[in-house]
């Protein structure tokens, strides 16, 4: 029964997001891309929640044929005992692709990591983030993201975005 429960889930999912849409879309200057997501963690295999913010700061041909953009992101971890915060700084590279619907990037920042624990004091340390990254865009307001994610960020993380 939780099998149908899911199929039915999944399937209305595509419908609702993906299938109408046929226009035309990209990452652009003067939008905020804005959204959840949920990633497998680099601290012990653990799921994390949080959200994704970025925007364009470059024109396409200023600084190379792509654009540079601004990230910033929050996730949270939760284990047995205690949790583990993170908050990042990101500048993307967004590559100039031919199809308008997909967005590839990759980039360098800084994470605030802070540890928590009822076992232990906990910590708090700053270390270099890189990211690689897709958006693939539903319609001109909504994309599927998802990332890559190296030195003490989310390993692999699936995402929601929402152009404001």
Do not use: C
């Amino acid at each position: 029964m939780r099998f149908k429960h899911f199929t039915f889930s999944a399937t209305l999912a595509v419908v609702l997001f993906i299938a109408p849409s046929m226009s035309k879309a990209q990452f652009v200057n003067g939008k905020i891309y804005l959204g959840p997501h949920f990633a497998i963690s680099s601290y012990g295999g653990n799921i994390s929640l949080g959200g994704n913010i970025e925007g364009a700061i470059t024109q396409p041909g200023s600084a190379g044929p792509g654009r540079i953009a601004l990230a910033g992101r929050f996730d949270i971890a939760f284990y047995t005992g205690g949790n583990i915060l993170l908050f990042s700084g990101i500048a993307n590279y967004h590559y100039s692709v031919a199809d308008d619907k997909i967005d590839l990037f990759g980039g360098l920042g800084i994470t605030f990591f802070t540890f928590s624990s009822s076992y232990y004091s906990g910590s708090s340390q700053l270390y270099p983030a890189m990211d690689l990254g897709l958006r693939y865009f539903t319609n001109s307001g909504m994309a599927l993201r998802g990332m890559l994610g190296i030195w003490n960020y989310p390993y692999l993380t699936f995402g929601v975005d929402w152009a404001l």
